[in-house]
């Protein structure tokens, strides 16, 4: 396998469809007065699988701002990459990059299964309604690793992140890439490559960073006060060309955590246990020190002995006693 891309730089769509009908479901009244966008938005997976939702016009808007932030802070990219996704592939066409854009389904946004339809619809029927409840129940246990009915779980989307992470190594050592996709897709490849834990992301996902559409995250593997290019992206920064509130252009240092076996502990100490053995089904001789490797082979050698002279002594009392046998007939 060949190194990382020298730089890598994520750029989630602009608003879309999709989007805009979250908004108008989570914010009713400022929509009461429209209500041909509240019926379209109810009727938008009705009509629509979210891999074809198209940009807004200010999704549209977003894109060509940022296509010009681009060219003007990155110059050319080496490599252009795109989720299949309708909305991404009108936000990379949007940055007018002259590009030669590859496609890849990979990139492809988290599928939310039933927890998407039951944004939008009214679920009248009462085995569909006890699903989404069972869903939202199993969110609040763990949501990294929850995977609503239908769909797949933030984990499962780090798999396709790591799985196009290994192509980049394969097709663009050493290059400036580019790449447009979605929200969880970006924060899967933040979660591989800064190796973040499940407790970090709900902290990341929380904070809102990449919640901006056409969002830029920057990793590069160049020390930008050096100039010298290591082996793994150590340096990120990232923009919304847009609305600039949102940019934190200052470099940020990537911390690829460990932790000794201390820390690991006191992780789990704050996690209830639920179920335990009984002090009487303990073993009552359970050994405290394992012997050492050399005592350890001694043992087994020692046992093996006594199993074969046992299987021999069998083996001649059996022959012995078919012989006397054989004799008395």
Request: with cysteine.
């Amino acid at each position: 396998m060949g190194d990382l891309p020298v730089d890598i730089v994520l750029i989630r769509h602009g608003e879309s469809e999709g989007n805009l009908a979250d908004e108008i479901k989570s914010h009713p009244r400022e929509y009461a007065g429209s209500h041909g966008a509240q019926q379209a938005s109810k009727n938008l997976t009705i009509s629509k699988h979210t891999s074809r939702f198209r940009l807004t016009d200010e999704g549209r808007r977003q894109a060509q701002v940022t296509g010009k932030f681009l060219k003007e802070t990155f110059g050319e990219f080496d490599r252009h990459y795109c989720s299949e996704y309708t909305r991404a592939r009108e936000t990379a066409a949007e940055l007018n990059l002259d590009a030669e854009w590859s496609l890849d389904f990979f990139l492809r946004e988290q599928d939310l299964g039933l927890e998407r339809a039951g944004n939008f619809v009214s679920t009248s029927s009462i085995t569909l309604r006890k699903a989404m409840d069972n869903d939202l129940e199993r969110r609040e246990c763990d949501e990294f690793y929850y995977t609503p009915t239908g769909g797949e779980s933030i984990a499962n989307t780090c798999l396709r992140a790591s799985r196009v992470l290994n192509q980049l190594r394969r097709e663009c050592s050493g290059l400036k890439v580019c790449i447009v996709l979605h929200g969880a897709v970006m924060w899967s490849f933040r979660i591989l490559i800064e190796r973040l834990n499940s407790k970090q992301y709900r902290k990341m996902k929380e904070s809102g960073l990449e919640k901006n559409f056409c969002q830029i995250l920057h990793y590069t593997r160049r020390n930008p006060e050096t100039g010298v290019v290591g082996t793994d992206f150590a340096w990120s920064r990232t923009f919304v060309p847009w609305d600039q509130k949102f940019s934190q252009p200052e470099w940020r240092k990537v911390e690829q955590i460990s932790y000794t076996d201390e820390e690991l502990i006191d992780s789990v100490k704050g996690v209830t246990q639920m179920v335990n053995n009984r002090e009487d089904e303990l073993p009552k001789n359970f050994p405290t020190e394992m012997p050492s490797f050399e005592n350890w082979q001694e043992d087994l050698k020692e046992k093996l002995r006594i199993k074969k002279e046992k299987e021999e002594k069998e083996k001649k009392e059996k022959e012995e006693k078919e012989k006397q046998q054989t004799l008395r007939k």
